[in-house]
């Protein structure tokens, strides 16, 4: 069943030149015979290769230099903890690109999304701190610590793409 999905997959994106063009016909609804869903999508894969590529020196240089901040504060030096910052900070665009693929538009919006998915993921498995939150506060709240990560990161997200001149 794998390969057979694989080669339909493959064959679609060599007809289309490009498109990816890919559709699933699912079997008919129980309840009434007669109804069959239709499920499509469309990604330009002329667009995603550099939205995956281009961020990479980006990443690269700020997560050396985030984890210099780190160097300077007396945390010890590491290819760990360098390859996170590097790895949050590639993932963070890689997360903006396909939602700006879809949409059509370059928005804050995708700022706040994937910077608050990230930072409930990182706050949660403890990877990150929540900058601007008192630890009591934090722990002792009714909202679990990841959520409120979640809120605090994509508010910054938020925040610097507004300030970088992005459109809600």
């Known amino acids: 069943m794998i390969v057979a999905f694989a080669n339909a997959f493959i064959d679609q994106f060599h007809r ?26 469309m990604i330009n894969t002329r667009h995603m290769a550099p939205c995956l590529i281009d961020p990479i020196p980006h990443a690269v240089v700020m997560g050396g230099i985030f984890h210099g901040i780190d160097a300077m ?15 949050g900070l590639w993932t963070y665009q890689a997360m903006i690109c396909p939602m700006e693929a879809i949409q059509g538009r370059r928005s804050s919006l995708h700022n706040v999304a994937s910077a608050g998915i990230l930072g409930y993921i990182g706050v949660s498995r403890g990877l990150m701190g929540v900058p ?28 610097l793409a507004t300030l970088g001149g992005k459109q809600p």
Not at 137 to 149: A, D, K, M, N
């Open 132 to 159: 601007f939150v008192n630890p009591y506060t934090l722990y002792g709240s009714r909202f679990p610590p990841g959520l409120i990560g979640a809120a605090v990161y994509g508010v910054m997200g938020g925040a």
């Open 73 to 87: 504060q007396g945390t010890p030096l590491s290819l760990r903890m360098w390859g996170i910052y590097g790895g």
């Open 16 to 41: 289309s030149n490009n498109l990816l063009l890919f559709s699933c016909w699912s079997r008919p609804l129980e309840l009434n015979s007669a109804v069959s869903l239709k499920f499509s999508i």
